[in-house]
């Protein structure tokens, strides 16, 4: 899993010079994508539609559904396993509760959380959006590069990507 860097820049031409420094920095281009509305990107590194459309959204959201539907399954098993004193399936159910709380808390903690709705202001301006994908090892790296580079960015946050799938 990468994790993706979101920079704002005010205009095509100095997104442009910063797409260039990275790739000159060894982050590959496929790892860069631009998203504007109403600016024309034919300079820069266009965004998919599954990048535009925030699928990364919609899939934390159905993990994070699923994590509660199973939350609340194993709580009703632990109600029916103690009035009927059936010590093996309280556990059973204690488990899977503790097991569903404690991936919850994990991906909630450990997997940064950034969305392009926080970004739907500066896009209707006419800003662009840069977002990078860059291993975490990489973070603190980049978005120092990036500012000794460009002033004029300003940094987003970072949210997750899977280049796998594509968003």
Same mark, same amino acid.
């Given at each position: ?12 031409? #100095? ?131 990036? #500012? ?20």
């Amino acid at each position: 899993m990468l994790r993706r860097l979101f920079f704002l820049f005010p205009d095509e031409k #100095h997104a442009q010079r910063a797409v260039h420094n990275l790739v000159n920095n060894n982050i590959p281009k496929r790892h860069i994508h631009a998203i504007s509305h109403g600016v024309d990107l034919r300079t820069l590194p266009k965004a998919t539609y599954r990048q535009k459309s925030d699928t990364a959204f919609r899939v934390e959201y159905i993990l994070w559904q699923v994590n509660l539907l199973i939350f609340i399954g194993a709580f009703i098993a632990l109600i029916f396993a103690l009035l009927s004193a059936t010590i093996l399936w309280s556990a059973v159910a204690l488990t899977v509760m503790l097991a569903t709380f404690i991936a919850g808390e994990q991906f909630v903690m450990k997997v940064p959380n950034v969305h392009l709705t926080e970004f739907s202001d500066a896009l209707s301006h006419g800003e662009i959006l840069l977002m990078v994908d860059v291993p975490k090892n990489q973070v603190a790296e980049i978005e120092d590069f990036v #500012h000794r580079r460009h002033s004029e960015a300003v940094t987003g946050g970072v949210g997750w990507s899977i280049d796998a799938f594509g968003i």
